[in-house]
């Protein structure tokens, strides 16, 4: 390829293995006419092989270690896709580190797959706007339910919540049937008030769980918009919802361990009910533990943390 100008190649990454950590990132030579468009956070369409993948930009560089004829230049930007914020680069960086993955292969399985599918030369309307235009938050069975009188443990607890401002751990433990959930609610409700467009986080272990506590959810906060992110739903389902919760449209956010890793660029506070299930351990791929990650999460974004349990694991206690 010709000479390329300083400022003009990108470092992308891509879901495919890698030998090593340090080359988790891809360069690529970026065109003039991209040179805007393709910022930092950004999604791209890059050759590989004989094929196409979707990648994301996550570092810019003046120059490149690889030879400038061997670089092959970015195909296009998909400039419908929302840039991606800064802070969960962070979290991607820390988990490909922490666990020996490379930075595609933590980043990429965790959009939609929908989402990072590279689009058909003649397609109409982009996966984007679909997904936008396919939304609908979580329904309420009774929106606007009263909420029930907590009892002295609840309130005791709740008062901890309350006080807390900035990163801290807070272990909730309390038999099943205790109302620990209620706890969960009364705290969120508070920080959903508190900040004007903030973002809650409330992390389950299985799948069977998310359909009752999405309506129970949606029926104490009928004012704010609930998205919900675990593997069953549909693909076009699960990118809608996920692209409500990146946009900041749905201030709520219900997931399994695959909502760890959303890039919820306002978020406030985060609960992980039932902390000790293995479930929260990812078996296939990049292997983390979302428990783990959501602890880094909130400490990276200094927002605070409750962990619930009735049997808490040997590390939380």
């Given amino acids: 390829m010709p000479d390329t100008p300083p400022g003009c190649f990108a470092r992308v990454a891509i879901d495919v293995p890698i030998a090593h950590v340090g080359a988790s990132l891809f360069d690529y030579a970026i065109a003039p006419e991209l040179a805007q468009a393709a910022r930092v956070g950004s999604w791209v369409v890059v050759p590989w092989g004989r094929g196409r993948r979707v990648g994301l930009v996550a570092e810019r560089a003046d120059r490149s270690e690889i030879d400038t004829a061997r670089i092959r230049p970015l195909a296009a930007v998909l400039e419908d896709a929302p840039v991606l914020p800064p802070s969960w680069f962070e979290l991607v960086r820390f988990c490909a580190d922490y666990y020996h993955r490379g930075f ?37 069975a009774e929106a606007g339910s009263t909420p029930p009188p907590l009892n002295d443990a609840q309130r005791a607890a709740l008062d901890v919540l309350l006080a807390a401002r900035g990163f801290g751990v807070h272990l909730l433990h309390g038999i099943t049937g205790s109302g620990k959930t209620e706890v969960y609610l009364h705290w969120l409700s508070e920080v959903l008030a508190r900040e004007a467009t903030g973002q809650v986080l409330l992390l389950v272990p299985e799948i069977a769980l998310t359909p009752q506590l999405a309506t129970q959810v949606a029926a104490r906060f009928p004012a704010h918009s609930v998205a919900v992110l675990h593997s069953d739903l549909a693909d076009v389902d699960r990118a809608a919802h996920w692209l409500a919760a990146v946009e900041g449209r749905a201030r709520v956010v219900i997931g399994t361990r695959l909502a760890a890793l959303a890039p919820l660029a306002a978020l406030a506070a985060i609960v992980v009910d039932e902390e000790h299930d293995a479930s929260y351990k990812q078996q296939e791929g990049a292997r983390y533990s979302a428990r783990d990650l959501a602890i880094v999460a909130a400490s990276q974004r200094r927002v605070p943390i409750a962990l619930g349990s009735a049997t808490p694991s040997l590390e939380s206690w």
Avoid: M
């Fill in 104 to 140: 595609g292969e933590v980043a990429l399985p965790a959009i939609p797959k929908l989402l990072r599918t590279p689009p058909a030369p003649k397609a109409r309307g982009s996966a984007f706007a679909r997904a936008r235009q396919r939304f609908v938050a979580a329904a309420a």
